[in-house]
Each structure stands twice: as C-alpha cells, then as structure tokens.
C-alpha cells in the first residue's frame, strides 16, 4: 500500500534531510505521481508502479530533487516542465512575479525577462499580463529548449532569444525599448559553496547558480547598463538579489544613474527583490 512506501521513504530519506522535509518530499512524490485520491485511499501499487517507486526512491536517495524525478514544479499556480537544464523555481521568485503584476496590472508594454531559464518568470508574465509583449533571454540553449516546451504546453506567446547579456552590445540593438526588464540573474558567490545543500550542488545547472569569482555581482551592473540602453525612460528594472547584498546592488543602480529605488522583503521578511526607474 502506498502509505507503507511513503513511510518507508521518509524514514530512509530522514538523514539526508530534515526528517519533516524529508516526509514532505516523499508524500509530494507520491501525491504528484499517483494523485491526491490514490494516497488517500491507501492503494496498493501493481508492479509497474512499484518499479517506477523503486526508481524514483533511488535516485532521492541520490539527493537528487524530487522535482527533477517528477520532470514537473509548480510555479504561481501553474506546472512547468523542469530538467537539470534548469532551476527549479523557488517561492522568491513567484513574489517578484507577483510584485510586477500588482506594480502593472493593466500594462499594455514590452517586458524582457533576462536568464529566463524553464521560461516561468516570462510565460506567467504573459498569462497574467495577456496583453504584454514579452520576450526571454538565455545563454542556455538547452534551457531555451525547455522554456520552448513550457511556453507551448501553457499556450503562453514568448520572443525567445538565445544570447549572453554579459555581452550584449552584438545583439541589443535588434531588440525594442522595454517598458520592463525582470531578471534573476545568477548571483551566488563560488566560495559560498561548501555551505550549500548537495540536492542544490550536485543536480541544479551551476552556471545559473554561481556569477563570475571576480565579480559574483556582474550580472547587476551588467543587466543595469543594458536596461539604461533598452529601457523606455521612466521604465522599470526588476531584480531577485541575495538577501545580504540589497546595500550594494543599490548602489550599483545608482552609479548607473537609476531613479526610484525600491527594496521589498519576501514573506520571510528577508531583501530579495529591488526595483529601479531609469530615468
């Protein structure tokens, strides 16, 4: 029966994790798979369901996220396919989405969401925000491929563009003024490495998760000097940022001669988003 397996995994996933994630990891696999009823009722699971079990219980026991076992997440409200090409969308990152809608609720305009990933920030833009124009940049033609899938199985119209916007001056000049910019963008430092967990390390695309060791704040002052070219005057800049780093990408803003800075806390009172008018 199903219940027996769920328990089953959360006790041999218990010193992995924290042994109440670990119970809502393995009842999450199971919820999402079978579905909610098949739990509740306690089914017994066929032999085709218990070797797919077996396998998707080997690999957590890998550490690898549940979310990639599934090939699916959910983001405000909605699934996306996610690969290890991808991040898997965080909590954060619905609250910058949602800080956007309420900011815009009628915006008819150009929104660019820069390191679109499996296209989440872009497509729930497009599907809340209906008659925006939206377009997606990554340097990841395999994310682009996943986004691709996401935007199509949504039924959400985005301008995908494979570039690198550490290095956009080849292509910035064949994309319209934007009316919004959204990004979130890369931004952990390297040496940060050994505190993180291995589910996150050893399974999520590093070069979306890690900036350049010289600088673990270039995408900022990059994707900054880009929307001073690209943005419509009065436009809006929007970033995710690391909790202890809101003083100094502030900062950067405002060398680059943005207007309006504004820092909002997530629902765990935490900075992790900024917002900026270019003047």
């Known amino acids: ?10 006790t041999q996933l218990t010193p992995l994790y924290d042994p109440r994630e670990a119970q ?14 098949f739990v509740r009722e306690n089914t017994t699971l066929d032999q085709s369901a218990q070797t797919w079990w077996e396998s998707a219980s080997k690999r957590l026991l890998n550490l690898e996220p549940v979310q990639y076992v599934l090939e699916k997440a959910w983001f405000y409200g909605r699934q996306f396919i996610v690969t ?10 619905e609250e910058l989405v949602e800080l956007i809608i ?11 969401d820069i390191g679109t990933g499996s296209g989440c920030i872009a ?7 209906p008659q925006t124009t939206i377009f997606a940049i990554d340097n990841s033609q395999t ?11 949504l039924q959400a119209k985005v301008d995908f563009l494979h570039a690198d916007i550490l290095h956009f001056e ?17 931004y952990i430092d390297p040496s940060d490495k050994q505190t993180m967990h291995p589910n996150v390390l050893n399974h999520e695309p590093l070069s979306a998760l890690f900036a350049d060791h010289t600088d673990p704040l270039v995408f900022y002052s990059r994707i900054g000097a880009f929307g001073m070219q690209k943005l419509q005057s009065g436009g809006s800049l929007y970033f995710e940022i690391p909790e202890t780093k809101s003083a100094i990408i502030t900062n950067i803003l405002l060398q680059l001669g943005y207007l309006h800075l504004t820092t909002t806390n997530d629902m765990q009172g935490k900075p992790r988003m900024i917002s900026a008018i270019r003047p």
């Open 84 to 93: 290890p090409d991808v991040l898997i969308p965080r909590p954060e990152t």
């Open 1 to 10: 029966m199903i219940k027996f397996h769920i328990h089953q995994l959360t």
């Open 102 to 112: 309420n900011s815009h609720p009628k915006l008819d305009a150009n929104i660019l």
């Open 123 to 129: 497509i729930t833009l497009k599907l809340e925000l």
């Open 143 to 153: 994310a682009l491929t996943v986004a691709k899938h996401n935007s199509e199985a």
């Open 24 to 37: 809502n990891i393995a009842l999450y696999l199971a919820e999402e798979h079978f579905g909610k009823q």
């Open 170 to 186: 080849p292509f910035a000049a064949t994309l319209p003024l934007f009316d919004v910019i959204v990004s979130n963008p890369p």
